[in-house]
């Protein structure tokens, strides 16, 4: 834990504004991080400095204090006026160093007073001249969902970038082997000023096949099939499905088909099965899963144009994103699609003080809410649950009325059902929300 | 049992020809029904009378045997040429009566010779002139699947019916309560020649709206949201969810909005929730079910122009239906579609000798095989199973072959999650098949 | 539906006391069956004439009406206040017949006044002498649950049955088979009085052995086989599982065992894997599928000294039994047990009035609720609910005390998973409850 | 990635024997680290070396080469006899260090020759003198399990650890707060020369309280309840749940209970409700989830006198423990048992090169093998093949002798139901097992 601490900590002092903070500086947007017991949790603050007095707003919270010299001294109140934590610190090269208390938030030890280490440093501006749009050229590629790597690239809210993908198997554009495999990711992107609690806004510009060739399976995993028929199945001992994308016709077909399959082809569109955030409590989860962070999420409908929402778990969210698919069942039941690496363009975005619970997805024609969980009910759960909820949010219906909504339009995909959490996501059609706005 | 028995026999013995039977009359199409410990069984005979000699087929074993005057005797061999049975009857006024014995077909004494009663009845010939259309007027309606009541109507495969539907609380299209409710079904409809084994292929030529008010419901039903979220939830105590049916518009409204819902409109499609035959083992199942029978499979896409086609389980397939929605979500979230009668147009057709193992259903766009079971796995293990078959079977695609094209353009519907069984339906698109043929 | 009425009416009027009814004979226990649109519900009923003044009470309701000759007329008024029906009708040799309306009870029309028709039986007393011991032997075996077959004997509340059971094959203890199979039943047993909402109680005074011999399985069944392992799996073409029970020493061990089982025993303890009630809205369930009613539980805790409560869904409950184990594992994971048959003593008893939501047992040492339903996690969720119920029903504790009687001692049997539904049991150790008495 | 590997081989280094190794010395127990695209994989190596001659294997390969001065170079050949890699390398301080080309193991390149890096080091030997007993008091504590922080303690197989755990809310048995909480865990331990594909043994020989206080929960976890029933359910705003510990009587009662509760008691029974290794693929899982390396499983029978198996995922093996329980019932089912601190002593053990699929245990009465999944049914596929592969390999019974036995003797505990991940605990007695040794 100690390491992981440090090298967060870090990854935010190389965020923050150098060189020495006279006290009339202290106005302004930072972050704070609180540690205690070894582990970290974040806070968004704002400082107000007249004079030796400090005052502003630590989340919801307020803050009261003085400034005398580099000192820093200062409490914080709930809304509800009960003083949650006090502190003092030291104005440094790289913001504020300091020791204090601070309120439990959360777990069982919920409001107890706890001696806390407190790091806060500026948060930094946005260059001048409005976003920008970067081209990366990935050269690491993470098998995980982590902040323990550092960011491949720091963007700000707004920016944009073009980068592309490796195949599920590590294989590039090029054919050249880049990874092991087990869903290599691209990033993780760093977007500046993003911390827990907020929402990741990802749009997708650009979804694109960036070569001729892919991979396929040809057996349906067998957690999908009536246990009865499994022992009688005849499958090939060797079946060749690799596939030959023609871009220009929008389809794949088969490199090495069989008689029957000669003439069969699939309509090309080409989508992310993998892209998420850093998970929550300093977890590293393999890229084969996914979570309330998104991640292995395998949704055909994760294609160009489409706006995916994701929880911040860690500051700077930390993007990864990956394994490309040519084409997908809704399902994945043959636990590979048409695989194959990708072209993608896209724009971050950032929704602060606002988490959703999980992956959220919209199009020019549906609002979709993810439900990822062991098992197929508790998808249907979650996806059901947070479907009503940006009803009753977004839309402002009761909860009534909301329920109605589900019951006449809602439709259901199932996403993926061969990783290790399923996904079955509840959509309803913009179209039948038009009265609503 | 036994009057279950009494009530079987006496609806075959009333499709049979009457009169008496010289010998010579023998030879053609007959029902066999052997009943052994009280519990019949049925077998699809062809005899053929030459003098006293007497041969045929036994569903798929041979018939070989001596006409004596009104006797006959005969022993039944199976393909591979074992001797699977013998019986002495007696020519009566309503076909054979007799006594012998038979293997054990399934079950923990398969094989096993058994004492047996036999009744042998004439297959009915259709009528002159070509498939029939009737129009039938409902007077008793059963809230349940069975073969213990008396068919409502006897028709012949290739012949329409035209008739209507109550809503599911028993109410016509007049407002008048005919039945308690509990999704009362128009029928049963006897097809005669069907027998166990069979599969019965309703295409439903008219799906529409007979009168302009419908019942929903207001609240998620509990088992659809994440269990944490529910203590939670705020319904109202009431909530109007009357519909009007705007049958030119092709729209659903509430009667009685609140502010928030007063143009909310739902497109109308009016669908069967309901449609099924008996059940197997002579067992009466609540119509609030489904099974591989059918039953309430609440799937929207029931619709006119689509074609269904179900098991046959007893004599006649006896098919009922039920339980009109103007329109429904996905999953019948609500537990109440927008609930209403229906006028209805049918088709029915017959596949002899093959079984469907469950509900298909198919339209212009899909092949869609349904999974009926306990929960959304197993519901989702029986549909890609039966589609699977469906693809080897009806496309003489390999194990490997209909893999990859599941793996590559299967979806999957959730037809209805509220009912005492889940229906998970998985759909294939013609179009991906057009090069199968 | 129609027939289905006429049976229970019949089967009803013979228990009533035959002869003519004198208007001064009108006071004491009745039950009333009233029935709209065919569909039959039942009330129990005191009357008390006074003169030409009648009094009573219709389940929680009371009655006030007059009598005059032999025509009766009166109302039902709810513990509220609120008229929900009146009949007039007449007296006849069986009891009263009549007319009239009554509100609706549950479903979609709740409260609405409907047509009825009204047939009052009176309660049959016990005889004299108290509780009688039947030794029955069983002719017939139904191979479901039902009410729709005549009763093989009638006992009052009190009353003990000596009896046997087939093996699930339909094999006697003299190894001759009386049925095809299928679990067939011994039963229905009608108990005089028992209707809809009351609680049917059965203590197993003697689970036994009554011959030595069984049959048994040699696979497990692949729904409960991780899924990747199915395929790899060697089963033999044949295994004998014939199993030779030896009652003096307890065991039971193979009677042709490979070498390597040659010296493998299993502890003898006799079960009924089936016991169970006729189902609810006149379904006719087939005996290997179990539900509230109880059924094919295949529980290993049904054994002598056990005492069973199961709810009461049609007019003198219809208890049928069968299915004899002389030894299973937890989940009857092969599918078969050691299948044999039993002898079998009961005594029946009725808690009025009181329903049980599914089937409950009890021990020396346990209280057992049984969930049963479509997944392992539903019958988790029952099974837990109706435990909580238990023990804040009967031991009068607050949601949050039986909170922390579950958390600390409950325990859970997986009793069966291989049958058309679960069933898993929740259990409470008496030792942990003997304060709260 | 990168980052990880440092620690990774940093950690080895600190094990490996310092000093300059002369060609002579090669001979003997070597790790040999391959490093492809970033990962790291594992084997075992022994090491000839005959002057200029170096032999030995490689995993179950064999390695053929040559030594010249510093310098070695060899190749490594499938027991097929295909070549599967080839190194050169130099002598070092620490080990050996080199590059070469090694096949794929699993995944979509199987078999791939991929370029690598090799770092071997030697494998320690146990200190003379036996196996040792170490006391080790902890200090830092992980709510996690993984390979990514430094080992607390390093012991060699055999040894045996007297340590302590927190509470699952941070508490020591002062009742002094060590760590925020969420089931903070001791260790990791660090077993010499495990490696993954091993089996670790583990055995608890002393589980006790050191404490007289606990905390526990008091509402039954939504997901266990009837959905239907929730909404209605009246629980407390506030329920005491603080516990008692009287150790010597052997029971916990609640320290301030309500009048009905007063006088109950639950017997004390300490148990480990953490215990796992470092998780596969470099995950870091948080301490509430659990999976094949163990963690959170929160099993009643994890006491003393208890043997645990777990897979090997990551060098040393990195065990974890925490979360103790004075006593739970089945499932955890109001998410806190009696949550206490505990003092644990256990002794370590190595199966070298047999890996187990998943936890299993063992005590003087049962075969326990436990299936962690996202739902109850996988968890039961799980346990049941895991249980099934015990007997077949341990007890050498053939498939259908294994189903024997488990159709008449196993049994199931729900061991957890309320955290990330389900634990199924299937069950064999060894009583059963008697005949086959």
Redo the contacts between chains.
Sequence with gaps: ????TI?VTAVIGLGAIAGPCAAADLSGNWTAQVT????PQYWRVILRAEGSKLSGTWNESTIAGTITGDRVEFSVKEPGGRQSGSFTGEVTATGISGQGKLA?RG???QG?L?PATLTMTRVPNPPAGGPKTWDFEPK?????Y?S???PALRVFPGDTVRTWTLD???IDSKLV??????NPQTGPFYVESALPGDTLVVKLNRVRLNRDSA?????????????????G????DR?D?EWKLDGGKGV?R?AHP?E???????PVKPMLGCIGTAP???????ALDLGAFGGNMDYNQMVEGATLYLPVFQPGAMLFLGDGHA????????F???ETSLDVEFTVDLVKGAATAGPRLENNEYLMAMGV??????S???A??QM?NWLKRDY??????A????????????AE?VD???N?VAKVPKS?LA??K
Excluded: C, W
Aim: hydrophobic fraction near 40%.
């Design positions: 834990m100690r390491i992981h090298l205690r017991y070894g582990q439990a777990g069982g030890a107890e706890q690491d590629f993470y098998s995980f982590s323990s790597v550092p599920d198997n590590g082997r880049r990874s092991p495999g087990g991979q396929g399976a040809a057996r349906v995993k067998a957690n999908l099939l009536d246990p009865a028929a499994i022992a199945m005849k499958y090939a079946f499905v794949a088969l069989t029957r399959m000669k003439d069969y082809t699939v929550p409590n300093g977890q590293t989860i393999r084409a997908m069942g809704d399902g994945e039941v043959t590979s699609a048409v969980a062991g098992s197929l009910m508790e249907v759960q979650i059901t649950s009503a402002r219906l009761s909860e009534n009325e329920a109605v909504v589900l019951g006449t339009v809602a439709k259901y995909d199932i059902m290790p959490h399923y079955v039948a009265s609503f």
